[in-house]
C-alpha cells in the first residue's frame, strides 16, 4: 500500500517570505514523487517530481523540492511567495515497478500569501 | 497543443440517474486515468486504461466503468447515482513511451452534483 501525509491543512506566508509545504510518503521501494497545485475549481497542474538522481528538484514557477530517503519526506519549497502562489498543494507518490500504477494523492494544503 | 479536454464541465443529475463523461487526453498520450475528488479531500483513483483495457482499479464499486476507445478518448460511467458520487470527477493522461515516472497531465474536471 502507498499512502501520503500533508500533515497541514493551511499554510500562511507574508509575501516576499520563503515557504514550505510539507509532504511525508509512505510506499514499499522506491517512490516517484509528485507536486501538484490546483487553483479554483479547476484541474490539478503540476509543478515538479522526483524520480531519481538529485535530492533537490527544480520546477515551474520558481518551486522545488527536496526529497529525504530517510525521513520519506518530500517537501516542496519557495525562496519568496508571491500572492500568486496561493492555492491548493497536493503531494503524490506512485510506487516504481510492480503493479501499482495509480497516484495516491495527499488530502491537500491550502497556501495563503499574504500582501 | 490542447491539453486534456474534459466534458461537461459542469452537470446535475438526479439520484438513481446514469451519467457517462468524456476525456480527450493530450496529443500523444496512450493511457488515461480517472480520478474523484471529493470537496475538500484529495483525488481517489477510480480506474486507469491502456490499449483499450482496464489496467488498474481503485477501491470503487462496479457502478463506476468505463472505456477507452482507438483514439485513445475516455469515457466513465456511472450507473445507480448517489447523493455521494456528487464531486469533481478528473481525467489524467500520460504516455507510456518515457516510462514510470512520467507524470500525468489532469484536465479542468467534471463537476457532477447529484440532487
Known amino acids: 500500500a502507498q499512502s501520503v501525509a500533508q500533515p497541514e491543512d493551511q499554510v500562511n506566508v507574508a509575501e516576499g517570505n520563503p515557504l514550505t509545504v510539507k509532504c511525508t510518503y509512505s510506499?514499499?521501494?522506491?517512490?516517484?514523487l509528485f507536486w501538484y497545485v490546483q487553483y479554483p475549481n479547476r484541474g490539478l497542474q503540476f509543478l515538479l517530481k522526483y524520480i531519481t538522481g538529485d535530492n533537490l528538484v527544480k520546477g515551474s514557477y520558481g518551486f522545488e523540492a527536496e526529497f529525504n530517503k530517510s525521513q520519506t519526506s518530500f517537501h516542496l519549497k519557495k525562496p519568496s511567495a508571491l500572492v500568486s502562489d496561493s492555492a491548493l498543494y497536493f503531494c503524490a507518490v506512485r510506487r516504481e515497478g510492480g503493479s501499482a500504477r495509480q497516484l495516491t494523492f495527499g488530502s491537500g494544503t491550502q497556501l495563503t500569501v499574504l500582501p | 497543443d490542447a491539453g486534456v479536454t474534459q466534458s461537461p464541465t459542469h452537470l446535475i443529475k438526479t439520484r438513481g440517474q446514469q451519467v457517462t463523461l468524456r476525456c480527450s487526453p493530450k496529443?500523444?498520450?496512450?493511457?488515461v486515468s480517472w480520478y474523484q475528488q471529493a470537496l475538500g479531500q484529495g483525488p481517489q483513483f477510480i480506474f486507469q486504461?491502456?490499449?483499450?483495457?482496464?489496467?488498474q482499479r481503485g477501491n470503487f464499486p462496479d457502478r463506476f466503468s468505463g472505456h477507452q476507445f482507438p483514439n485513445y478518448s475516455s469515457e466513465l460511467n456511472v450507473n445507480a447515482l448517489l447523493l455521494g458520487d456528487s464531486a469533481l470527477y478528473l481525467c489524467?493522461?500520460?504516455?507510456?513511451?518515457?516510462?514510470?515516472?512520467?507524470?500525468?497531465?489532469f484536465g479542468q474536471g467534471t463537476r457532477l452534483t447529484v440532487v
Open positions: 496529443s500523444g498520450h496512450d493511457t
Open positions: 489524467a493522461s500520460r504516455t507510456q513511451l518515457t516510462g514510470e515516472g512520467t507524470e500525468a497531465f
Open positions: 486504461y491502456y490499449e483499450e483495457e482496464e489496467r
Open positions: 510506499v514499499s521501494g522506491n517512490p516517484y
